[in-house]
């Protein structure tokens, strides 16, 4: 069987340790074993190094991650983790079963399109003095539309007993809820699978604590 040189190319993510975009992918490739470098992109330093020219010829919306894989660059966390679904072996991240495949979809646009933008750092930074009550209030806002439609559809995970993007979406939105002092003890079921979640070696290898630009003083 014939094999492009450029699919055994190890990946390369352009990210940032706390971005949950970024963590996302990382529990991505890393459930499905896949090697890659990482470029690390500091969102505060040198006013954003998201917004130099280098790295808008990359993503042009300025933001991460981008993904050089295959030839082509990516962005967009959920387009990449779909691509590497399609194209790479190992579990799959999105269910075969139609139904449980719109759920997953579903709980994981719930998150990164309802609640996650309206809380990253690019907004908070617009909002001012006001920054944590806002990120708390969309947070809040978002958990209580998740809290019912994961006692729907939850298992062991988000969408029955196979782990998928719902559930790599899941953990960072959990950790940006704790980082900004929501309170998750209101969401019993988002708490529940979360806490079953980082137990995963996936998702440990990936935390923003023990990655290649997480400042010292933030490592575990």
């Known amino acids: 069987m014939h094999v492009s040189l450029v699919c055994l190319t190890k990946p390369v993510l352009h990210g940032y340790f706390r971005s949950s975009c970024s963590w996302r992918v990382r529990i991505a490739f890393a459930l499905k074993g896949i090697e890659y470098d990482q470029f690390p992109v500091n969102l505060i330093k040198d006013g954003g190094q998201q917004l130099t020219e280098e790295y808008t010829t990359l993503n042009p919306m300025q933001q991460v991650p981008a993904v050089e894989i295959d030839g082509t660059t990516l962005s967009q966390s959920l387009a990449v983790i779909q691509y590497i679904d399609e194209t790479r072996p190992g579990p799959r991240l999105l269910p075969a079963d139609p139904k449980k495949r719109a759920q997953v979809r579903m709980i994981s646009d719930v998150i990164a ?22 990120a708390q209030h969309f947070i809040d806002r978002g958990f209580k539309a998740l809290e019912p439609i994961l006692k729907e559809t939850a298992g062991k995970y988000c ?46 290898v990936s935390h923003p604590s023990c990655q ?9």
């Open 113 to 134: 399109s309802g609640i996650q933008p309206l809380q990253n750092l690019y907004v908070i930074q617009k909002i001012g003095a006001e920054k944590v009550q806002w």
């Open 159 to 204: 969408v029955g007993d196979e782990i998928s993007m719902a559930d790599i979406c899941l953990v960072p939105q959990v950790y940006n809820a704790v980082r900004f002092k929501v309170d998750v003890e209101q969401y019993p079921t988002i708490k529940r699978l979360n806490q079953t979640l980082v137990e995963i070696q996936a998702f440990k």
């Open 212 to 220: 290649p630009d997480t400042p010292s003083d933030l490592q575990t």
